[in-house]
């Protein structure tokens, strides 16, 4: 080892020795032993090993009590352990310093100067000069020749223990794991709207302490017969571990603390931040704040032993801005206002868009969320540029569907957040994988000196970072679902939600079963509903009462009822002051004084076209040829407005719940089932309420003229897509009554027949105008099922077919909003409920137009157009080209951004109305009132219109709020509904599996990749480490190509090993198994055949 290395460490050790308090000190003693048994009992996973650590240490713990024995490599513990940003601040900056130095640049005092910075006492310096200047390695044994061994030895046991939270999994063992299941995993898809989707970025750990057995191994590759990066060795048990309890381990989790009830860290707040951090915070404190949260702990006893004083407690979370404040920041631009949003995956992460529309905000870790939950509208004050995150600017599916890519993902290295960073121009690795590796990038080390914000020769930028100052709205329900622990000697129990970016909880044991107490084993596999009550900044853990017991995990009523309950879905009886809302007098009839106000329309061939299993009937349509070859054809829709009359109780309970909910095995309606299903849905043979839309069209669909108005009908026919498609595939067919549902005599199955024939092909030419106008669609895979009708569990299940007649329903719902939106802008143009689809972010667009050159993709990202044309072009025309179309189409939405309502007297700058995917000025929801509350303000507004309705009350200001709330409550019910997919998908792999299937991959990590199964449709996520008779893996990257070399292990062994290239768009085999916690399911890769090239 070079003298300069030995000073640049040193120094170091001589800094961090010194610096440490008297009293930190003497508090170490008490806590490191414990806290570093804990660190290595959370990294180890064979029972000899736990046995050995828990065996050791109560000795450790005494030996640390008075003088500790040498180390037997303290300098390696060090570099491979202690992996603090601050050591390598002060190891990058000595590395700094003494290069220039060995060129000639820096004068010989600057060791001086620097060691004066970092408050290292000329008696110390000393001592490093005398005694560190020869060329012999430097050993721990040599340190405690000089006295120092012990405060050595003191500092990493002391630094072990306070970095396990955030380096430990935070795990329970393996049983436990699979009898409560694991933590669901919220990733996001799409629907008819363009939304961005969640994160992908997986979290790899580290056990350091066994790491210098790794020294020689090449550092992108793994062998599952040594030590993986984990340190720990790759057994069969865990060779089979599902991509869903991989992704759970990489959590962090806390095991074997002491026995104090509190200790028991939250999913959601890492330990005390450890004083030996670098000087500044990521959280933005000062140095006094950080202090404090180093000696922080979670029970109240050691709270009080650690300060000195008697129960008084220490701050976890800052205290909130007072409103005034908040308020003259937002004005000044010095903070900024969002909504949360957290990683699902990765619940340390969160983000909050940028009002400059670039890269989102990042919040790194819990305590710069400060105790806000996912979904909230927060006031954030961004942290100095040198807090700044470094990130990789990828949109490779290489981690991140948020802004940027996280730089996290190089195999077998112990993580640290990139905010951690010590100085923006410094090319080292924080991460280091051993002492070896470390050395070498210090003796190699580079310096620049450009703009932080400019890209760096590797890609890397930063990204913004922040911390939450206050909460303006509480958008998240505070309610969980999740499992309850029994804690001794406490009155109160832990709660541990499902969800890992909700907290723990801690709830009263009144609120528990009552033989909880006695016998908690019965209520290990039990589901229950808790809220949160209560959050000080004093903890870690929420305070919150049981609200109700659902019953067994992994039974889909329980799962269902707690997806309902987490997602603040009103799945209550409508209460008697909304029914009496409704019609007394049944059955109903229209009465004839509001026919007269209408358009009779009663005997024209109108019909519906709808699910199957639809029961909510709002829209139907009409066409009929004139005798000049134009055709009137209609749109018509439920008039709900009529039934519900604006402010009554009845109004405000469905604009509360703005939409009905659909899952898989019911609906939760947002009126009463009397409107919805009977009074508004337009049954056929039965006079209907009707909002119509009229247009004279040209065969080419050229529109002529156009008429609104308030109307009746009378549907001639429920058709299904299937009826509406088989009509459309054979046009000369004659159909059969026995083919179709009950039909209206007045008008022959011929002319129903007809009618859709023609809407076909006015939609035909309708759809390509609009595409050849610079229209979008991003077509999604979506999964439906076919359910038991008496116990409604799945037998069976589809990826569902888009087909013409879809697209035939789709097209004049489209024409119809925009006419409508057109007509109540030109009307209210200060009222105008709209639609909005912002277009995506230019950086990740660029980044992504950038990826699919190096893969030698004809992408035309530089309009919806452009997109939608190459889309459909590039992608060529054998059996996998919709696949490659599919993966690619989820690369695409990933930019995207929601589509989102608004008022037109909140927004007024016009060219922000425009919708993106559809290329239109002007979009609103008028089509689907029995469904949309959003849909009933614009009837309103187009009754108002037409002076065919009563008079408007609405203010801009209501309007803009209730926009809000649609916002909010259509991301909800979206996600509600995914979930209930993902829910009926895992019972069926358990039921009727395990599924074999194609996949294709859609993007490459690196110890993992992710595909599309392509029989379901559904994706998942495989883990290298997890895959049976993998020899090894590598991974590396071309620019932002990512790509992995899978080694197998030959079954013969008389023939060389198999090596498998997985890539974006590679095809593989892929088995579907059921997991051993409920609901969960694994995707596992299947051995290529030995045969293949």
Known sequence: MSSSTQQIVAAIFVKLTVQQPVEQQADSLTTSGTEAASLRDCHMDSPQQSKKAHMNREPRRKQDQTSTPPQKDAYARLLSQHRSSKFNSYLDQYAKDLSFQREGNLPSTLVKTQSDRLNIPQRKRDQVLNDFSDSSDFSPSSLKSKGEESSLALHMEKLSGRTAPQDCERKQDVTDRQRRGQRRDTTTSQDGDIESGEEFSSVTISDSHKQQKQQKKNKDSFNPSEPNCDGRPQSPKKAGTSGQEQEKMKKPKKKNLPQNAEEEKSPEVPGAITQMSRPKSPYGKDKKTQQIRASTTNSPADKGKNKGGKGSKKQVFESYMTAEDVSHGLKRGELIQGQLRINPKKYQEAFIPSPDDLRDIFLDGIVARNRALNGDVVVLQVLPREQWKVVRSDTDCEGTSESDTQREHQVKTPQKKKEHTPRPGATVDDRCRNQDELLSKVQNITLTDTDPSTPRSNGEILQKTAKVVYIVEKKHSRAATGFIKFLPDKPFAMFAPVDHRVPRINVPLVDCPADFSSRPGDYINTLFICRITNWSADSNFAEGRLAKTLGQAGE?????????????????????????????????????EELKKRRDLRNECIFTIDPATARDLDDALSCKQLPDGNFEMGVHIADVSYFVEEGNALDAIASQRATSVYMVQKVIPMLPRLLCEE??????????????VIWKITP???????????SVIRSC??????????????????????????????????????????????????????????????????????????????????????????????????????????????????????????????????????????????????????????LNTTLGDD?????????????????????????????????????????????????????????????????????????????????????????????????????????????????CGPLDSEAMVMGVLDQSFDVLVLRYGVQKRIYCKSVAGLASFHHRRVGKKSELTLIWTPEDLEKAPVEQIISLFTLVEVQLQDDSAPMKYSAVLKRPDDSAP
């Open 556 to 592: 889909i009523e329980p799962e269902t009822e707690g997806i309902l309950t987490e997602y603040d879905v009103d799945c209550s009886e409508f209460s008697d002051s909304v029914l009496d809302c409704l019609p007394k007098n049944l059955p109903w009839a229209i009465p004839p």
């Open 700 to 710: 080419e669909g050229k529109i002529l003229s156009e008429w609104f108005g308030r």
């Open 879 to 991: 059996e996998y080209s919709s696949y490659r179309k599919e993966v690619l189409t989820h690369m695409c939405s990933r930019p995207m951004q929601m589509a989102l309502y608004f008022s037109t007297g909140v927004v007024k700058d016009e060219p922000l109305f425009k919708h993106y995917a559809l290329n239109v000025p002007f979009y609103t929801h008028f089509t689907s009132p029995i469904r949309r509350y959003a849909d009933i303000i614009v009837h309103r507004l187009l009754a108002s219109s037409l002076k065919c309705g009563p008079h408007l009350r609405l203010s801009t200001e209501e309007v803009g709020k209730q926009a809000s709330h649609c916002n909010d409550k259509k991301t909800l019910s979206k996600r509600v509904q995914e979930l209930s997919s993902e829910l009926f998908f895992g019972v069926y792999v358990k039921e």
């Open 717 to 870: 026919v429920k058709l299904s897509y299937d009826h509406a498609q088989s009509m459309i595939e054979a046009p000369e067919k004659l159909f059969s009554a026995g083919e179709l549902p009950p039909v209206d005599p007045v008008h022959p199955i011929d002319e129903i027949h007809q009618a859709v024939l023609n809407l076909h092909s006015i939609a035909k030419n309708l759809r390509a105008q609009r595409f050849s106008g610079g229209a979008l669609r991003l077509d999604q895979m979506k999964l439906s099922f076919t359910l038991d009708r008496e116990t409604m569990m799945p037998q069976g299940c589809y990826v569902y077919q888009y087909r013409d007649s879809n697209k035939l329903v789709e097209e004049f719902m489209l024409l119809a909003n925009i006419a409508t939106a057109q007509h109540i802008y030109r009307k209210f143009p200060d009222l105008a409920l709209l639609r909005r689809h912002p277009p995506p972010k230019a950086k990740m667009v660029d980044e992504l137009q950038e990826l699919c050159e190096q893969l030698g993709i004809d992408l035309d990202l530089s309009s919806a157009g452009a997109l939608h044309r190459s």
């Open 679 to 692: 009074l508004c849905s337009l049954n056929p043979l039965t006079d209907r309420l009707t909002f119509s």
